[in-house]
Structure formats: C-alpha cells, structure tokens
C-alpha cells in the first residue's frame, strides 16, 4: 500500500486571523499531516449578498447572517496567504488551498505556484471554473459530494477537455464528451486527477458515509480515489485509509468551542494526531498482500505447531497404531500429514513414552 496523503484541512478555522492560521499550520505539522489546507476567495465574488447561509452554519455560529457577511470575516489577504505559503515552506508541510473564485484561482496557481489544486464539492457543476482549473495543468483532486455518477463524468469531461486542448478551443457538452472519451483524454485524467468520495453535511451523519462509494469510484473512472471526512471523531477516515484511499482530508481546529461555522465538525490537535498515527499504523499493517510466515511468525512455528509423537512406550518392531502414536507440540518432528502414512508400519527403533518422531 502506498503512503496516504494526508491533508489536514484548516479551511476558514483561522476565523479570518493571521495569527491563528500559523497555529494551525503548527499543529497540522506537529500531527505529521502531509499538507494543510486553507479556502482562498473574495466573499463579494464567491456569494450574492441575498445567500442564505447553512442550516450547520447557523447551527455552528448561532447567528442568523447573511454568508456574504459571514464570509467577509474569514477573508485572508494575499500578503497574509503568501506568509502562510513561506512559513509552511520553513517547516517543511505543503501548502493548500481551495479557490472559490476566478481571481484567487489565478493567485494561487500565478502568485504562489501551487502545483495541486483542491475543487470543491459545490464547484462539480460549475463547468467554466473547473475549467479555469484544467488549464492551469495542475493537478487536481476533485471532491464529489452532493453528487452523481453522471455529474463526476460530466466534471471529468470538462477537465479532460481542459487538459488536451488549447486554450482557443470552443467549450461545448459535446467538446467535453469526446474529449472524456478520448485516449487522450482518458491519458491525461489518470495523470492529473484524484477523487474525493465525500458526503457534504456538517457533522456527516455515519449512516450516510457511504464508504463502499469509492470503490465504486474506482471501479468506474479508473483514477485514484480518496476520501474528504465530515464525520465525527476519527473513525471514518481511519476505515477509508484501510479500505485503500490514497488521501484523507479532514478538518480539524485548534477548539472546537471557537466561533465560526466548521469548528464544531472538526478535529483538535490531539484527535488530529491520533488520526495521523492511526493511518499510518494501518498503511504499516496493509503489507503487500502475499500470503506467507512474516520474519516476527518463523521463531513461533516450532512451538505452535505439532508433530507425530509417541503415547506409549515403543519398541523397536512394534507397530505404530492409534494406541501409541499422536499428534502434539512441539513442532520440530515429522509433520502430522505422516499421520496415516505412519500407523501399521514398524518401528525402527526404541521410542520412549511422550518422544517426538523425526522420520
């Protein structure tokens, strides 16, 4: 099993502060995550100022708001983005993040040349802006919550066609579609493309999962899956890292008691790190699938397992028969298969009472 990426997502938890960011991005190093990853947009571009917020939003911060005044507090500037970016740098975690927008999709991609590049769930049918992605050439993961098959294709399509052709093409449904079903296309996503099985609600309920769903991902558009997890505690991820996802994004917060709409369906330090660890116990575990006697098993044969040995006093030209001979620890003598093979023939020397047999 190859390594997990891990992607701890710190999102908007920074609650529009600098300074809370950096802690973030401590903690998400101290956890062992492989990047941490922030939400870049202008509020007044990503939402009209009639949108309502989240049922979990209003929930989370008990303010009923508009997002647009919601999203406004959770703005970071470009200077501040470009300090996060260099501070992740010194300490060695990759930095992420989602663009909301056309203008910080540029930023990200121009300014701070990030080479991976995160599409959210609520973008899966915005064909213009997951086709501004596609022509940056970065690789992308792409999350599919709220989502069907048709609308994954539908997505992939678009980036396919993003991908194999030049920036003068003319995009169309049926542009997308051929380009999907091109060789070249096809090329081009296994290269570039991850998914995210994901189920967009905040906490996600654990009936609702639905893990089994990447392996149909899998199975269907033939690219490497992960898992984005808006569960509770840790669980749920740690299972998808099992089940084979080759990243796990996961929100986490410095408290969960914080006023903002993700920190209550989010982990604190400690669980972050508890999750980190458990995935990389489990990709430990995974091994390479061939079944045979691990080097810690080969000290234990001998003594777990049996071999023939004698009941009964012996003596040489006496018949072995059920009365004296048996199978018992421990398993340095011959193999009980000789069990049959043995009765009714002679013995060929003395065996005293409880003696293994050798040959």
């Known amino acids: 099993m190859s390594k997990t990426f891990v992607i701890a997502e710190a999102g908007v938890n920074h609650n529009g502060d600098e300074n ?8 998400a190093h101290k956890a062992g995550a492989d990047a941490v990853k922030f939400q870049t947009f202008n509020a007044k571009s990503l939402v ?13 911060t008990k303010k009923v708001e508009s997002q647009l005044t919601m999203l406004s507090r959770l703005e970071l500037s470009h200077d501040a983005h470009q300090r996060l970016i260099n501070y992740c740098n010194k300490l060695g975690i990759q930095f992420l993040s989602t663009a909301f927008d056309s203008e910080s999709l540029y930023f990200l991609v121009h300014t701070l040349q990030l ?13 213009p802006f ?6 940056t050439g970065c690789d992308l993961i792409l999350s599919t919550g709220m989502s069907t098959l048709a609308e994954i294709e539908s997505a992939l399509g678009v980036i396919a066609f993003g991908l194999t052709t030049s920036n003068d093409s003319t995009p169309s449904i049926e542009a997308f579609t051929a380009a999907y079903m091109s060789l070249e296309g096809q090329k081009a996503l296994k290269e570039k493309v991850s998914l995210l099985h994901c189920t967009t609600e905040y906490p996600a309920p654990f009936n609702e999962i639905n893990l089994k769903a990447m392996d149909t991902l899998a199975s269907v558009f033939s690219l490497q899956v992960g898992y984005s997890d808006h569960s509770q505690g840790i669980t749920i991820p740690i299972a998808a890292a099992a089940r084979g996802a080759s990243i796990i994004e996961k929100h986490f917060t410095l408290d969960n008691e914080m006023s903002g709409p993700d920190h209550k369906a989010s982990l604190e330090p400690d669980e972050l790190t508890a999750m980190v660890t ?3 116990t489990v990709e430990a575990a995974m091994g390479d699938g061939v079944k045979t006697p691990q080097v810690s098993e080969l ?3 001998n003594v777990a397992r049996k071999s023939l040995v004698t009941v009964n006093p012996i003596r040489k030209g006496d018949i072995f028969s059920t009365e004296n001979l048996a199978v018992k620890r421990p398993g340095t003598g011959a193999s009980p298969y000789l069990y049959w093979q043995r009765l009714g023939t002679k013995a060929d020397k003395d065996y005293a009472i409880g003696e293994v047999i050798f040959d």
């Open 299 to 301: 000290k234990n044969i």
């Open 130 to 135: 997951i086709l501004e992605h596609a022509r």
């Open 115 to 127: 080479k991976t590049l995160k599409i959210a769930s609520g973008e899966i049918t915005n064909a």
């Open 278 to 280: 458990a995935i990389r």
């Open 20 to 27: 809370l960011a950096i802690e973030l991005i401590n903690v």
């Open 48 to 60: 009209t100022a009639t949108a309502k917020q989240a049922d979990y939003q209003i929930s989370n």
